[in-house]
C-alpha cells in the first residue's frame, strides 16, 4: 500500500515538472513572437505586457515573466 501511494506521488511529481518545462517553453515561444495568452474566457491574446478588452492581463504579466 505504502509503495503504491509512492509511486503514486512520484508520477504526479513527473509529471508536475514536465508540465511546468512544457508551459515555459510556450510561454518563452509566445513572448519571442511578441504575444501572450490570457485567461480570458473569450480567448483574447494580447501583447506580453498587456490587457484584453475584457481585462484580463497577459499570463506574461500574471506569472511575473514581464
Known amino acids: 500500500m ?3 501511494v509512492r509511486k ?3 508520477n ?3 509529471g508536475r515538472k514536465k508540465s511546468e518545462v ?3 517553453k510556450f510561454i ?3 513572448l519571442d513572437e511578441g504575444w501572450s495568452p490570457t ?3 473569450m480567448c483574447c491574446v494580447v501583447e506580453p505586457d498587456g490587457i484584453c478588452p475584457h ?3 497577459s499570463i506574461a504579466l500574471e506569472y511575473g515573466f514581464m
Open 28 to 30: 518563452e515561444e509566445c
Open 22 to 24: 512544457e508551459f515555459t
Open 39 to 41: 485567461k480570458c474566457s
Open 8 to 10: 503514486r506521488v512520484e
Open 55 to 57: 481585462g484580463f492581463r
Open 12 to 14: 504526479y511529481e513527473e
Open 2 to 4: 505504502i509503495n503504491e
